[in-house]
């Protein structure tokens, strides 16, 4: 596969002299991508979120190549925002995302997924982690990265947790050994600091998932039919908080503010575990929002679009 860089850099948030010095990166980053477009001569582009596809859009719109952004999150970022105007169409995870755009440009196709998290199941996944069946499992995640906060949260009430459910954590690769030495000797603990082929297995053996509500709840979390205990990230530009209270209206989740997360994280999570019915409705709920089709209506809107 042909790979090529581009360089660019954000501009929000960022301190004056260094968000002017990205801006300019991003008009020269034009230039180059046209010159790959011209070299490459695609049919059609595909974007996705983030300040480095606003060149790649703007780019297609010059050299008259049809383009799809595609946005994962219920609400787009100024990447996005900005770019719309010049994709031909925008394909999004569900419906209240279209609101952002001109009536007719945007294309419910919902979030796309490994064909993994549609063919896991809790005995296997169980087993793949040498789990207690007949136990309650909980999995614990913060994104790639991990997230501290719900790493420090569950340290510190590591001992109650432990006492009423199995707990897969992954905490991210900075956390990993402090993490790991805290685990020591609590045997139904089971400690990761990233997980890729083994994700879906990690999420399918749960009953219940603390997460961040970063894009991929929307996706990952509906396909395997878990529900969740949502832990929005704060300093996310509200995208985290959107795509919580979307799964949270809908009866899949509920929310633990970031702030509130230390004193509130085990008598919810004591609370849903305790409740079978709230549980399963939660997990019939989460199910119901899954589109294992996402992929393929993604590529079906592309073709539609090539030259």
């Known amino acids: 596969m042909d790979f ?8 929000r948030s960022m301190d004056l002299r ?11 980053a034009i230039r180059r991508v046209r010159a790959v477009i011209r070299e490459f001569q695609p049919d059609a582009i595909l974007a996705t979120g983030g300040y480095v596809s606003a060149p790649v859009v703007w780019a297609s719109a010059l050299e008259k190549i049809p383009s799809v952004i595609y ?3 219920l609400a787009p970022g100024w990447a996005i925002r900005f770019s719309a105007r010049w994709a031909t169409r925008i394909a999004v995870s569900f419906e209240p995302a279209t609101r952002f755009f001109p009536r007719g440009k945007a294309t419910v196709t919902g ?7 549609l063919k896991t199941d809790r005995v296997r996944a169980r087993a793949f982690f040498n789990l207690d069946p007949r136990a309650p499992v909980i999995t614990i ?10 790493n420090q949260a569950v340290a510190q009430h590591l001992p109650e947790l ?9 905490t991210g690769l900075d956390d990993e050994m402090a993490m790991k030495e805290k685990t020591q000797g609590f045997e139904r603990v089971r400690v990761f600091g990233y997980l890729n ?14 997460a961040r509500a970063g894009a991929s709840v929307l996706g990952e979390l509906p396909a395997v039919g878990v529900p969740a205990i949502l832990v929005p990230y704060p300093y996310a530009g509200g995208h985290q908080e959107l795509n919580a209270r979307f799964l ?10 970031n702030a509130d997360l230390e004193r509130e994280i085990v008598s919810t999570t004591r609370k849903l575990l305790g409740d079978a019915a709230q549980l399963e409705n939660m997990q019939k709920q989460m199910r119901a929002l899954a589109r294992p089709d996402a992929a393929a209506q993604i590529a079906d809107l592309i073709r539609a679009i090539a030259v």
């Open 4 to 11: 090529r860089v581009i360089d660019v850099g954000g501009v």
């Open 18 to 28: 260094v968000a002017l010095r990205n801006g300019l990166k991003l008009f020269s």
């Open 71 to 73: 946005l994962p999150d």
């Open 111 to 117: 979030y796309p997924v490994r064909v993994e998290f």
């Open 141 to 150: 995640l913060g994104g790639s990265r991990g997230a501290h906060a719900i």
């Open 162 to 170: 432990a006492r009423v459910t199995q707990i897969i954590w992954i």
């Open 197 to 210: 082929a083994e994700l879906p297995h990690a999420l399918a053996a749960a009953d219940l998932v603390i």
């Open 248 to 257: 949270i209206e809908r009866g899949a989740a509920v929310k633990i503010d």
